[in-house]
């Protein structure tokens, strides 16, 4: 009977172990849950992972600060601020959501848990586009135009995607001629940046945050034959830069009347603003067993 038993467990410990299964106990809201996942890219900011389906990735968001000419994470200092990945996953997740909701199309598919979401696995083009309402860092610098002011039209910037050269400003020339995108990639590129430029800063307004300029990536996916660009990577405080234009009508306490200026503690407040702080939000956020 003992001696049944025990070959029984080894039979189970060996079948699993031919087929390949991992016992490795689900670990909540850590890099190590669901490790048997395949690694696909480490960066900065997010791990990927293979997604359950071909033609998907699950992007896990960690607390390290994203570090950006354009728009650097603001209060986070280049250092990990703990907490920054649930709350990038919350943003992105609320922007991406709702531009999918009026037809602009991204990669965004579901949130999983707190740290992680179900995205569209795309071709990412070789260059980041932003887009500047405001005067504001390099462009200030640049053309000796003082922060904070209004540009008179959004202007859309491409930047080769390359940290090594310090992320170089190209022009619709050379992406062109080194065949990066086609000048129909690029219509389309813009027509997107523009799209999302409107959705933000409509949304960042209603709750008195003033969207300077942001940065966004770009994807193709293939429905069939049909090529189409959409958003991808992430849309948070790391590639946004936002200014606070609450409380500037009231002088403080030496009568000063407060100047627009970045927004403080910028993941939690916008977080707060918009209503989707981790506290907030009902519905379950243990990890979800996808694969
Ligand atoms: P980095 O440090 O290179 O900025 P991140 O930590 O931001 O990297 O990780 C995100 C990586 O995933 C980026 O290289 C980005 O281009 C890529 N990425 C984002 N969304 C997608 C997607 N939908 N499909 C494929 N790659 C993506
Ligand atoms: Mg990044």
Same mark, same amino acid.
């Given at each position: 009977?003992?001696?049944?038993?025990?070959?029984?467990?080894?039979?189970?410990?060996?079948?699993?172990?031919?087929?390949?299964?991992?016992?490795?106990?689900?670990?909540?809201?850590?890099?190590?849950?669901?490790?048997?996942?395949?690694?696909?890219?480490?960066?900065?900011?997010?791990?990927?992972?293979?997604?359950?389906?071909?033609?998907?990735?699950?992007?896990?968001?960690?607390?390290?600060?994203?570090?950006?000419?354009?728009?650097?994470?603001?209060?986070?200092?280049?250092?990990?601020?703990?907490?920054?990945?649930?709350?990038?996953?919350?943003?992105?997740?609320?922007?991406?959501?709702?531009?999918?909701?009026?037809?602009?199309?991204?990669?965004?598919?579901?949130?999983? @848990?707190? %740290?992680?979401?179900?995205? &569209?696995?795309? +071709?990412?083009?070789?260059?980041?586009?932003? $887009? /500047?309402?405001?005067?504001?860092?390099?462009?200030?610098?640049?053309?000796?135009?003082?922060?904070?002011?209004?540009?008179?039209?959004?202007?859309?910037?491409?930047?080769?995607?390359?940290?090594?050269?310090?992320?170089?400003?190209?022009?619709?020339?050379?992406?062109?001629?080194?065949?990066?995108?086609?000048?129909?990639?690029?219509?389309?590129?813009?027509?997107?940046?523009?799209?999302?430029?409107?959705?933000?800063?409509?949304?960042?307004?209603?709750?008195?945050?003033?969207?300077?300029?942001?940065?966004?990536?770009?994807?193709?996916?293939?429905?069939?034959?049909?090529?189409?660009?959409?958003?991808?990577?992430?849309?948070?405080?790391? @590639?946004? %830069?936002?200014?606070?234009? &609450?409380?500037? +009508?009231?002088?403080?306490?030496?009568?000063? $009347? /407060?100047?627009?200026?970045?927004?403080?503690?910028?993941?939690?407040?916008?977080?707060?603003?918009?209503?989707?702080?981790?506290?907030?939000?009902?519905?379950?956020?243990?990890?979800?067993?996808?694969?």
């Amino acid at each position: 009977m003992a001696l049944n038993l025990a070959a029984g467990r080894r039979f189970h410990y060996d079948a699993r172990r031919r087929a390949g299964v991992q016992y490795l106990p689900p670990q909540r809201d850590s890099g190590k849950f669901m490790a048997r996942r395949k690694k696909v890219y480490e960066g900065k900011a997010k791990i990927l992972y293979e997604g359950p389906e071909p033609g998907t990735l699950i992007q896990y968001f960690k607390d390290d600060a994203a570090q950006s000419e354009q728009a650097p994470a603001q209060g986070a200092e280049g250092k990990g601020l703990e907490g920054k990945g649930v709350l990038n996953n919350r943003l992105s997740e609320f922007f991406m959501a709702g531009l999918n909701a009026i037809g602009v199309p991204t990669h965004f598919m579901r949130r999983l @848990n707190m %740290r992680e979401q179900l995205v &569209r696995m795309a +071709e990412i083009l070789p260059v980041d586009v932003v $887009v /500047r309402n405001f005067a504001a860092g390099d462009i200030s610098q640049r053309l000796g135009i003082p922060e904070g002011t209004a540009l008179p039209r959004p202007i859309v910037e491409y930047y080769y995607k390359d940290e090594k050269l310090g992320s170089p400003m190209v022009a619709e020339e050379h992406i062109v001629a080194f065949g990066w995108a086609n000048q129909q990639d690029l219509d389309d590129m813009v027509a997107l940046a523009l799209r999302v430029n409107d959705f933000l800063s409509g949304v960042m307004l209603g709750v008195g945050v003033r969207l300077m300029d942001f940065r966004i990536e770009v994807g193709r996916i293939w429905e069939g034959d049909y090529m189409r660009l959409i958003v991808a990577d992430e849309i948070s405080p790391d @590639n946004c %830069r936002l200014w606070d234009l &609450r409380g500037l +009508e009231t002088p403080d306490r030496e009568g000063q $009347v /407060r100047e627009p200026g970045p927004l403080n503690d910028v993941y939690t407040e916008l977080a707060r603003r918009l209503g989707v702080l981790p506290s907030n939000v009902t519905h379950t956020t243990k990890p979800t067993l996808i694969n």
